[in-house]
């Protein structure tokens, strides 16, 4: 067997993937707007599987998209494929960006080395690159970070490992971020605030109207990070909007968001952040090179796909509302979400029934319990529809018998 053979367990379109990655290269140049629906058809028609699941395998525990990435996304990625041999980056994605959010535009070039001054952008390999940068250019020994828990609590776990101290402020009913006693928690310690909207996991959006006059309290001397990652699968446009629109008056705010969620390019790795200049340079002076002649050209091309948004964003928002209709009937207890995942309330052995839907089932759910210490609860993604009746069938399977 060669020892470049291409894991071919993600077509579902009967094409292999080996003669999909030869017609497409050999027809790259040639693909455009216009071959779009061409391209979605290759990479599995309506969805893709994507990478390490295998025909069967229903894998809604860890917020991936099951749509699968832009068409547009996977033609610029073979376009370039055999260009890697060079440094380089996508021009447009900064700009692009900047416009994006109403922030004031500087433009990259197609070189990483020519470094760009004053943005109000930075593009990272995820966003958790940038969260790393951020906790290490912020964070100093003897300091605290204010972080509502249970949440992803990315900053939490840098200030522990800084020797700083994390400040936990509880979540009220509903799983709602208490904000009041985020603001109440800061001190003149205090280096960083997190608010994460919507939540990871509770799924809760904490609107722009309650996002100003939190950060209005909050001394400027203190960076506040507002971390963005679902915030595309908001129902509304307006929630959509986020909130950089605060850094102009608040220049200690900074906002992050990811293209692994809505954009369904998890294992791409990109994300971005948007700050103040200052900021930015702050940070990304504790960051080198990690971005990808790939991986930016691939946001860039995906940002021009509304379509796609709007698909991954319907598709998750149809999947809630079907686990909504079924625990419903089933009696149980969920945190309505607006993300791409939900929070459901088991009442019983998480452990147990997390295995027995992975081990008789194989269906993949998140335990609550085992990650953020939320006894008798589980999260579970929304996914193609089918994935998600194959969820509901394991659940009242497994139910029943236990
Ligand atoms: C709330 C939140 N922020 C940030 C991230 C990091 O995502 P990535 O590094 O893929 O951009 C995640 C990933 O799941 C997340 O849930």
């Not at 986020?242 to 692994?260: E, M, Q």
């Not at 589980?378 to 069938?393: M, S, W």
């Amino acid at each position: 067997m060669s020892k470049f053979k291409i894991d071919d367990t993600s077509g579902r379109t009967g094409l292999s993937r080996r003669g999909f990655l030869k017609g497409a290269l050999a027809g790259a140049g040639a693909l455009s707007v216009g071959s779009y629906e061409a391209v979605a058809q290759m990479v599995g028609g309506s969805s893709v599987r994507g990478w390490g699941v295998p025909p069967g395998l229903v894998r809604i525990d860890a917020n991936e998209n099951a749509l699968g990435p832009s068409p547009r996304a996977v033609e610029a990625v073979l376009s370039l494929v055999t260009s890697i041999n060079r440094y380089g980056q996508n021009p447009d994605l900064l700009g692009k960006l900047a416009r994006r959010h109403g922030v004031p535009v500087v433009e990259w070039t197609d070189s990483p080395f020519a470094p760009v001054q004053d943005a109000w952008i930075a593009v990272g390999a995820g966003s958790s690159d940038l969260l790393f940068a951020i906790g290490h250019a912020f964070i100093r020994e003897g300091q605290e970070v204010v972080e509502s828990l249970p949440g992803f609590g990315f900053l939490t776990r840098l200030a522990n490992m800084q020797n700083a101290n994390s400040v936990r402020v509880p979540l009220l009913e509903g799983m709602k971020p208490d904000l009041d006693g985020l603001s109440k928690a800061v001190t003149d310690r205090t280096a960083v605030v997190v608010v994460t909207t919507p939540g990871n996991p509770t799924g809760q959006l904490t609107p722009l109207s309650q996002l100003k006059p939190f950060v209005a309290s909050i001394p400027e001397r203190v960076l506040v990070l507002i971390d963005e990652a679902y915030i595309e699968f908001a129902e509304k446009a307006e929630d959509r909007e986020g909130a950089a629109s605060l850094i102009a008056d608040h220049p200690n705010v900074i906002v992050t968001r990811t293209f692994s969620k809505v954009f369904g390019m998890a294992g791409m790795r990109v994300g971005y952040a948007v700050a103040n200049p200052a900021v930015i340079d702050r940070m990304n002076s504790h960051r080198g090179n990690t971005l990808t002649l790939l991986s930016t050209h691939a946001a860039s091309a995906a940002l021009d796909d509304e379509t796609h948004m709007t698909r991954s964003r319907d598709l998750a928002i149809r999947g809630k509302r079907y686990f909504y209709e079924q625990l419903d009937e089933m009696g149980i207890e969920y945190a309505p979400s607006e993300s791409s995942f939900v929070m459901m309330n088991m009442k019983t052995d998480v452990d147990e029934l997390v295995r027995r839907l992975r081990e008789d089932h194989n269906v993949r759910v998140g335990n609550a319990k085992a990650r953020w210490n939320i006894d008798g609860w589980i999260r579970v993604t929304a996914g193609l529809p089918e994935e998600n009746e194959a969820f509901i069938a394991a659940l009242k399977k497994v139910m029943v018998s236990s």
